[in-house]
Nanobody, 123 residues
């Protein structure tokens, strides 16, 4: 599967952005989808994941209550709605797909990755 992330940009603190990740192919609904981010000089970290149906999701503690992951299987797209953004959310955001049975947060559980989209939050 090929993944194409978009929607990044520059936003002021407390603002919002919505990231999208479009997937190619007809098997999108068979994958768990996740978002990761990587800030300069830091390792890529897990942000959120959503189940195949879209009914279940998990988040890293630092974004709980501010970010919402969702998916539209008819459009082969996963979203990350980011509200109340903070400067520490600044990073390149990546979408990824996994064939895991559960909702994994480890990078090694994800098979395919998008190219990343830059999110910059100014203070």
């Amino acid at each position: 599967v090929q993944l194409q992330a978009s929607g990044g940009g520059l936003v002021q603190a407390a603002g919002s952005l919505r990231l999208s990740c479009a997937a190619s192919g007809r098997t999108f609904s068979s994958y768990v989808m996740g978002w990761f981010r990587q800030a300069p000089g830091k390792e890529r970290e897990f942000v959120a994941a959503v189940s195949r149906s879209g009914y279940s999701s998990i988040y890293v503690d630092s974004v709980k209550g501010r970010f919402t992951i969702s998916r539209d299987n008819a459009k082969n797209t996963v979203y990350l709605q980011m509200d109340s953004l903070k400067p520490e959310d600044t990073a390149v955001y990546y979408c990824a797909s996994s064939r895991a049975i559960n909702l994994p947060s480890g990078r090694d559980s994800y098979d395919y990755w998008g190219q990343g989209t830059q999110v910059t939050v100014s203070s």
